[in-house]
């Protein structure tokens, strides 16, 4: 493949992603799912794409940066929510190859670990009670929590389908 289509591929799985990731979170929110402290996005399950494309690194950090526009935290919420998601996707990439019967058994860690820390944080930080160890846990443990049931019940299942249809071929070609 040619340089300049190699490219576009990149951006154009890169936009798909981030406008799917976009679209899916909105629709949690819609069930009042997305944002606080309980979350289950079911946009999350995307965070496991880095598996098949470094084109969903930058797509992931996009649409999470897009749905955080929504977010009751705001900017806080679209700086340190897109850093979160960005670093786990990047974790996510360079575990792809740790695999149990051609699964990426550890892939939905760091989704759950960076959301758990970075966005406990944040919600403890923005508590109007103020910042305290115990709001931090609390919210580490619910975000976390949320992260990992949609991680590895939706994600994981999700790798799983595309690997054993082969479609993964036909969506990322790279």
């Given at each position: 493949m040619r340089k300049n289509a190699q490219h576009l591929q990149y951006l154009v799985q890169?936009?798909?992603?981030?406008?799917?990731?976009?679209?899916?979170?909105l629709l949690a929110a819609m069930a009042n799912l997305a944002y606080g402290p309980v979350q289950f996005r079911f946009s999350e399950a995307l965070t496991l794409l880095p598996v098949f494309?470094?084109?969903?690194?930058?797509?992931?950090?996009v649409?999470?940066?897009?749905?955080?526009?929504?977010?009751?935290?705001?900017?806080?919420?679209m700086i340190f929510g897109t850093m979160a998601t960005l670093l786990a996707a990047i974790a996510t990439r360079q575990l792809r190859n740790v695999r149990v019967k051609n699964i990426p058994f550890l892939a939905p860690l760091p989704p759950v670990l960076f959301n758990a820390v970075v966005i406990g944080l944040e919600i403890a930080v923005f508590s109007p009670k103020g910042l305290s160890w115990a709001g931090f846990w609390s919210a580490a443990l619910t975000v976390g929590a949320g992260e990992?049931?949609?991680c590895?019940?939706?994600?994981?299942p999700l790798v799983a389908a595309l690997q054993k249809i082969g479609e993964k071929r036909k969506i990322f070609l790279s």
């Open positions: 890169g936009a798909m992603i981030a406008a799917i990731y976009t679209v899916l979170t494309t470094p084109a969903a690194i930058p797509g992931l950090a649409g999470c940066l897009l749905s955080n526009i929504w977010s009751g935290y705001g900017a806080a919420d990992l049931v949609i590895f019940f939706l994600g994981l």
